[in-house]
């Protein structure tokens, strides 16, 4: 038998309440979350979505609340995608954008993330690509990375993401799917 002051108290006793304690600390640990300032927590209570929390100390209820951490910083991402001109050549573009997330409550409640972005910048360049000719792409480069940002931001308007920057790093052209009319109209001429 132990004496602690002036209790006895029998080991196995003792043993249970050092690993109840022990359940009781891990518990509270776990609940207790450490959010830096540019992250933000989203709050799930019984798989429902409650709230953002942080930065700071937030306490989650333990066995009920789940939180998943947001990054607020701007990420970086590099894409290439196919798209024709209006005169029929198939065009390889790299392009590179930047975004971030400005409202974290607002994109947790439209239930979309970043992974919304990349395929929005894609169909965005392939729409704008379409309207231009080929060899007017390089004269209308700067305005077409305005188009497509603010084309992209207007879509994720209420959804607490933001396009950044939008920059077309490379376009390689590839034949032409179809013959362009210019050299149909050359190629008739010359046989006539």
Do not use: C
């Not at 798209?83 to 439209?110: N, W, Y």
């Not at 376009?171 to 179809?178: L, R």
Request: no cysteine.
């Amino acid at each position: 038998m132990l004496f602690l002051g002036m209790l006895q108290i029998a080991p196995s006793v003792f043993a249970t309440v050092i690993f109840l304690l022990l359940i009781l600390i891990a518990i509270v640990s776990a609940s207790i979350r450490i959010v830096p300032e540019y992250e933000r927590l989203a709050v799930f209570r019984v798989g429902r979505f409650v709230g953002v929390k942080g930065p700071g100390i937030v306490v989650l209820l333990p066995l009920v609340d789940r939180g998943i951490r947001l990054d607020l910083r701007s990420k970086e991402e590099v894409l290439e995608t196919e798209a024709l001109t209006r005169d029929g050549f198939r065009v390889t573009v790299r392009a590179r954008v930047v975004h971030k997330i400005v409202d974290p409550e607002q994109m947790m409640q439209s239930r979309l993330g970043p992974w919304l972005v990349p395929p929005l910048v894609e169909a965005e360049i392939r729409d704008r690509i379409e309207k231009i000719r080929y060899e007017e792409l390089p004269e209308q480069l700067v305005h077409l990375q305005y188009e497509i940002r603010e084309a992209v931001n207007y879509k994720l308007k209420r959804r607490g993401l933001i396009v950044v920057a939008v920059e077309l790093l490379r376009i390689k052209a590839a034949h032409p799917v179809v013959e362009p009319a210019n050299t149909k109209d050359k190629a008739s001429r010359g046989t006539a």
